[in-house]
């Protein structure tokens, strides 16, 4: 089973969303905004994809923050305090799978891990 973590209306998770309904692929949702984010799963995320694939520095969250706040993503350890606080600052979709870790959907990426 494929554990989709997001916020339902970003256009990078709808794409993705399609995509594996597309390719028949079950999957399990999780809502940032409705069940937040869990510290533990960042830190491994963030092990396995390193910190620059999982804080997204791009979104307008991300540049609203003060510089000492966009400070704590620079550090895996105090980043994940961040995430929790903040999940838009998350990079979206992120996946799980059986084979690993997704970040973002790039669909070459995704046919490769998952079909």
Sequence with gaps: ???LYGIPNCDTVKK???WLDAQGK???FHDY???GADPAK???W???A???AVVNRKGTTFRGLSEEDKAKAADSHTAVALLVQHPSVIKRP???HAGGVLVGFKEEEWSAALL
Excluded: S
Aim: proline letters at 0%.
């Design 16 to 18: 993705a969303r399609t």
């Design 33 to 35: 905004k409705k069940e």
């Design 42 to 44: 960042l830190a491994a």
């Design 46 to 48: 963030i092990a396995a």
């Design 26 to 28: 079950a999957y399990a």
């Design 1 to 3: 089973m494929i554990h």
């Design 50 to 52: 390193g910190l620059d």
């Design 94 to 96: 992120i996946a799980e």
